[in-house]
């Protein structure tokens, strides 16, 4: 086998092939990859007649690239050891003369006394090296370690023919490792989750039964359940991303406070799990402790990182631990279950105060279009229950802002991309999703979707318009723009208030402003339009949009009428709503627009006055005289009271049928100017409450001494109600009259 010539070595060719050939089996065939190279390194190192042969791994961090030793075989120790500790970590900028060529795929062959003095040669001399060969390994083009074949007894000389058949053991050593790092990798992936890098489902579940065979020697044993609230609200109003972020983090709270002594996986979506061998209940509750303030002091682009978490301890070695992790599950599940709209509605007052904190400007907003919108849902007498939801959107409207970009939030408007704007606008929609999470802020959801809308269709997310447009959005929108025309735009208060009422009925609805700059503002608000409110007709019908239309200005005796500019058309053969903006401007340049609802259709009797009994609801020290003479029903008002409310002519037991549209028609005229609020709904006589089937503010009436036809529409939206009742309230009135008649309610079939 072996040809020894004056104590040189020379390798037998057809021997050493075939050693490789069984080496290369052995790596390929041998399951357990370190016994498979210990065996493949000693069949060739008797094979090629070596003395020595080992194998070094780099490690490439990029401040300190090393280089140790994972595998060595020698012939006098007829064995392979593993990590030797004086040839670990050897620093690359230690051994270039050896490095270098390796990096450049090149072998590194020597006589060792040949060397010039370097820690190279030092650490050959060390182990009595007298000739080497190292050849590099590289794995997926990245330089992994180098191999090293060692002669200790003459100063051997190798030839081209020794080398070639070295450099073919060395290629079937690089496929080994490169196979056993795929397999390493397969078996991590299969065992760790890809986004946190923790021990996934599979893998504990093996641990568990692992541990179940010496459960005794790991009792008392804990199990904790961990959960991260609000991961489906950030998912929806941030994005997957932001919420793979919120996981990791969990993660590696969680790694950092049990990671060193314990078992953390990711057992599902947003839940993890901690095993705890010999950890009694005190000792988990102080981890679940540090857990929590943890989670204090941890955020996510100012979302803060919340973790709900439960703990189960088992002491008794026949309770298996499927058991024990159901016991931990189900308290966490009925803590869930309890908690789940507290912890979804702090988590999104966390997000608020993050907003406001990083923006202290728009919490000023906020603030001041919340109390904007309340003094005008006061100003138009709306509900207490509506007021308290104005008086939330109000503060919430601008929560989806939390989500967008920094730097585009802090730019001015004028200067922004179209990419820039269109990012912007996802706010609204952003807002709507995070209100959606809490059961308690949802029913504000719809409203803070919508508060960029337009009457006309132009707005935005979803370019709904007219009743589409919730009466509180459209509150918040009027609320909202003045606002920010003053705060941001740096527009006076009469500039703000001229610019509303130049888009009242393209964008914004003009009772609102009407109330808004008239009662909140307490500005006189410019009203020479008469007559033009909302109507009905009938399919085929006549209508002139001047018809009962009239124009009195004192200031200006010449303007008319005629002097109006409307916009939009009516057909009055195509059933639908249309609409009307009416604009007048005097010569001193005062501009009164309006807007009125045009619908076609056909229109079937239902009741009318003389099929009505009335009656009479007189508070807060208001007092007048009812009578009815002919068709006429005449009121003498002494004292309307402090309230709208105060004053009322009541029509009871009506039957309305849900989803039924219905129109109440009449007729009326004052002695003086009045306002008169028509109303129609129940009263909840249980709770002592008032329950309005309108969600429309086109029930209030300016009367005149001139007798007009008043129109209302609506559908009613609730269940089909036997007790309904007209109202027209009439309260903080002085002392008038008031003459209503050809009351009729017919039902809307377009």
Request: proline share 2%.
């Amino acid at each position: 086998m072996l040809n020894v010539n004056k104590n040189k070595k020379v390798i037998n060719k057809e021997y050493f092939l075939k050693s490789i050939i069984s080496a290369t089996n052995e790596l390929l065939i041998n399951e357990d990859y370190y016994d498979a190279v210990s065996k493949a390194l000693s069949i060739i190192g008797e094979a090629a007649l070596l003395d020595r042969i080992y194998l070094f791994q780099n490690n490439n961090d990029l401040h300190c690239p090393t280089t140790g030793q994972i595998f060595r075989w020698d012939y006098e120790k007829q064995g392979t050891q593993i990590d030797q500790v004086p040839l670990q970590r050897i620093e690359f900028s230690d051994i270039p003369n050896l490095i270098e060529p390796l990096k450049r795929k090149e072998a590194f062959i020597h006589i060792v006394s040949e060397l010039e003095e370097c820690h190279v040669k030092s650490l050959l001399m060390h182990n009595d090296t007298l000739s080497v060969i190292a050849l590099p390994i590289f794995i997926r083009d990245q330089f992994f370690g180098f191999i090293g074949y060692d002669e200790c007894q003459y100063e051997r000389e190798w030839t081209s023919e020794e080398t070639s058949l070295i450099e073919m053991f060395t290629n079937s050593i690089s496929k080994a490792i490169e196979r056993n790092i795929k397999e390493e990798e397969r078996k991590y992936i299969s065992f760790h989750d890809s986004l946190t890098g923790l021990c996934n489902r599979r893998y504990i579940e093996n641990e568990m039964k692992k541990i179940e065979l010496n459960i005794k020697d790991t009792l008392p044993l804990s199990i904790i359940v961990a959960d991260v609230n609000g991961l489906k609200l950030v998912n929806d109003s941030f994005g997957h991303l932001i919420g793979d972020q919120i996981i990791k983090k969990s993660a590696m709270i969680l790694k950092e406070v049990c990671g060193k002594d314990y078992i953390v996986a990711r057992w599902g979506g947003d839940e993890f799990l901690v095993i705890l061998p010999n950890t009694d209940v005190d000792q988990v509750k102080k981890r679940v402790e540090l857990i929590n303030n943890k989670c204090e002091d941890t955020a996510i682009n100012s979302i803060p990182v919340s973790i709900s978490t439960s703990h189960a301890t088992t002491h008794d070695h026949l309770e298996p631990l499927y058991k024990t992790l159901k016991r931990a599950e189900d308290s966490m599940y009925k803590e869930k279950l309890i908690k789940s709209s507290s912890i979804k509605r702090k988590l999104i007052k966390m997000i608020l105060n993050t907003y406001f904190d990083k923006y202290p400007k728009e919490k000023e907003h906020a603030m001041c279009v919340s109390d904007l919108s309340v003094k005008i849902g006061k100003a138009m007498n709306r509900s207490e229950q509506e007021i308290r939801k104005l008086e939330k959107v109000g503060v919430y409207h601008d929560i989806g802002k939390i989500a967008l970009d920094q730097n585009i939030l802090k730019k001015n408007y004028q200067i922004l991309t179209d990419e820039e704007i269109n990012e912007r606008k996802r706010h609204a929609a952003i807002g709507y999703r995070i209100l959606c999470a809490s059961n308690e802020l949802s029913e504000l959801a719809k409203y803070i979707l919508l508060h960029h809308e337009r009457l006309d269709g132009s707005g935005y997310p979803n370019g709904v318009k007219e009743d589409s447009i919730p009466l509180i959005t459209r509150i918040l929108t009027v609320a909202n723009s003045y606002d920010t025309m003053l705060r941001y735009q740096k527009l006076s208060e009469d500039e703000a208030i001229n610019r509303l009422i130049n888009e009242v009925g393209t964008r914004y609805d003009s009772l609102i402003v009407k109330a808004f700059v008239e009662q909140v503002l307490n500005r006189t608000w410019y009203s020479v339009i008469e007559g033009a409110y909302d109507n009905v007709i009938e399919n085929n019908g006549s209508f002139d949009p001047l018809d009962q239309i009239y124009v009195f200005d004192p200031t200006d005796l010449t303007l008319s009428k005629n002097d109006l500019n409307i916009q939009g058309i009516v057909n009055t053969h195509i059933n639908d709503t249309y609409k009307l903006i009416y604009t007048v401007e005097n010569s001193h340049g005062k501009v009164e627009r309006i807007e009125r609802r045009v619908s076609v259709g056909n229109l079937a009797p239902k009741l009318c006055q003389e099929q009505l009994t009335y009656g009479t609801i007189m508070l807060d020290n208001a007092s007048f005289v009812v009578a009815k003479i002919a068709d006429e029903i005449m009121i003498d008002i002494r004292t309307g009271g402090s309230e709208q409310w105060s004053s009322q002519l009541t029509f009871n037991n009506i039957s309305l049928i849900k989803s039924k549209t219905y129109v109440i028609s009449f007729e009326a005229k004052s002695l003086k100017q009045l306002e008169l609020i028509l109303s129609v709904g129940y009263f909840d006589h249980d709770i002592s409450y008032w329950n309005s089937f309108l969600g429309t503010i086109n029930n209030h009436f300016k009367i005149t001494p001139k007798k007009q036809q008043y129109m209302l529409m609506f559908t009613l939206l609730q269940d089909t109600c036997h007790e309904s009742e007209i109202k027209f309230e009439f309260g903080k009135a002085l002392e008038n009259k008031l003459i209503i008649s050809n009351l009729k309610i017919n039902e809307y079939i377009k």
